[in-house]
């Protein structure tokens, strides 16, 4: 099935430093989507790539939509103690435009 | 712009009790809707979605249900609720491929 491979699965970093995560699948994406989420609240877009190659920020955000079309990176510059939560990548499901499938999630500790 | 609202935030139900979770989108029309259940600490399962009033698709075989009575209401109901159904809902709505989620309601059954 198209599933969605996050790593690392958890980090914990200390604040300045910058992160990279990356999400990887067997399948090919055409769409590929960043996406937060801060304890008890629901997930919040980030960023969203829609051609092979691209690279696009938000702030101190960056992702790439991998070539080959089967991976994508999020990195964090500068990283600050509210970049904190569970960062997941998303894709739409082939077939559909209206199904997404998840990753299983980065989970990003900051210390001071 | 476009907001989406959950209630309750938080429910507290025995087992065997009914369930009713209700989800709504402002400031848009005829959007496809979805409810997703998140277990402590794991990622997105897809339960539900809804391109349409009346129009529900199950995406796991469950004791929950789905309902579309109006064009930007999205309801999850339960007969009797089970151990496992403990978890964080999340309603999402999306008009193309990005999805945008509401805020979420901790279910605790116990």
């Known amino acids: 099935g198209q599933q969605l491979n996050q790593s690392p699965q958890s980090m914990f970093i200390q604040e300045g430093e910058d992160v990279s995560m990356n999400c990887t699948s067997s399948s090919i994406f055409n769409t590929w989507l960043w996406y937060k989420q801060d304890p008890g609240e629901g997930p919040v877009l980030l960023i969203a790539?829609?051609?092979?190659?691209e690279l696009t920020s938000n702030g101190r955000l960056t992702a790439q939509f991998g070539i080959t079309r089967k991976d994508s990176f999020l990195n964090i510059s500068a990283s600050i103690p509210s970049d904190v939560g569970i960062y997941f990548c998303?894709?739409?499901?082939?077939?559909?435009?209206?199904?997404?499938?998840f990753g299983t999630g980065t989970r990003l500790q900051v210390t001071l | 712009s476009q907001t989406i609202h959950q209630w309750p935030a938080t429910l507290v139900q025995p087992v065997g009790s009914p369930l009713s979770l209700e989800c709504t989108v402002e400031g848009t029309s005829n959007p496809n809707l979805y409810w997703y259940r998140q277990a402590a600490g794991r990622g997105l399962q897809l339960l539900f979605y809804s391109v349409g009033i009346g129009q529900i698709s199950s995406e796991v075989p469950q004791n929950l249900s789905a309902s579309r009575p109006q064009d930007r209401q999205f309801i999850l109901s339960s007969k009797k609720l089970l151990l496992s159904d403990s978890g964080f809902y999340l309603c999402?709505?999306?008009?193309?491929?990005?999805?945008?989620f509401g805020p979420g309601t901790r279910l605790t059954v116990l």
């Open positions: 998303a894709g739409p499901l082939r077939g559909t435009a209206s199904k997404l499938t």
């Open positions: 790539l829609y051609k092979a190659g």
């Open positions: 999402a709505w999306t008009a193309g491929v990005t999805q945008y």
